[in-house]
């Protein structure tokens, strides 16, 4: 049980296009998505805390237009990477917790290597 | 503000050995749960073990376990009968629902040696 699913796994794309990841809770309820970045030999840092149906919480630097998160229902959660540059590529990582009482517990997605040409 | 210490930013085991990493954290509240993650060469983040700060007994999970000091503020994970599979980053993570987010400690690569 507790099945993070990530789409794409791995994107390449141009300068300037943008991108879009999915991630999908797939046999529990996400109430709540987080999505980290996470760069080479380096730790998760968390961008943004997303809820079903409200707008997500971004993280201090995180530019919320760049970075735009839909949740739009309890197994989905999408990260749109908008006119993308090379700087932005990275390793993206979500993750979905589900409802109470197990809310403290996050269960992580496989990841999506974005490199940006 | 809370934050996570790993003091260990790599370590090598012998298969079969045992090994411990440590985690040291801060925070001011009394009700939190604590996390060591695995991230093996695949990069798939998986939940190796959790505890809950309010129990005093200590989480265990097959090979893995924890020793939890809450007066230290320690949360150090004993690794027993290591296999080659070990070999990944783990990280210590803090979670208490007042920030209802994660703080991850930077890691500790560790490495098991056949």
């Known amino acids: 049980g507790a099945v993070v699913s990530q789409h794409p796994s791995r994107v390449i794309c141009k300068s300037g296009t943008s991108v879009k990841i999915e991630c999908r809770s797939l046999d529990f309820q996400a109430t709540t998505m987080f999505w980290y970045r996470q760069f080479p030999k380096q730790s998760l840092m968390l961008m943004a805390t997303s809820n079903e149906g409200s707008k997500a919480t971004y993280e201090q630097g995180v530019e919320k237009d760049k970075f735009l998160i839909n949740h739009a229902s309890l197994t989905l959660s999408t990260l749109t990477v908008t006119s993308a540059h090379p700087e932005d590529s990275s390793f993206y990582i979500c993750?979905?917790?589900?409802?109470?009482?197990?809310?403290?517990?996050?269960?992580f997605g496989p990841g999506t290597r974005l490199t940006v040409l | 503000a809370q934050t996570v210490t790993q003091s260990q930013p790599e370590m090598s085991v012998q298969e079969a050995e045992t090994v411990t990493l440590s985690c040291t954290y801060d925070?001011?509240?009394?009700?939190?749960?604590l996390f060591w993650y695995k991230q093996p060469p695949s990069r798939q983040m998986i939940l190796v073990i959790r505890?809950?700060?309010?129990?005093?007994q200590n989480a265990t999970e097959n090979r893995f376990s924890v020793n939890f000091q809450k007066a230290a503020k320690s949360f150090s994970l004993k690794i027993s009968d290591s296999q080659l599979g070990d070999t990944a980053m783990y990280f210590c993570a803090f979670f208490t629902s007042g920030t209802y987010k994660y703080i991850f400690g930077t890691g500790t690569r560790l490495k098991v040696l056949a």
């Open positions: 993750s979905a917790s589900s409802k109470p009482p197990d809310t403290d517990t996050q269960y």
């Open positions: 925070t001011s509240e009394n009700n939190y749960y």
């Open positions: 505890q809950e700060a309010y129990k005093q």
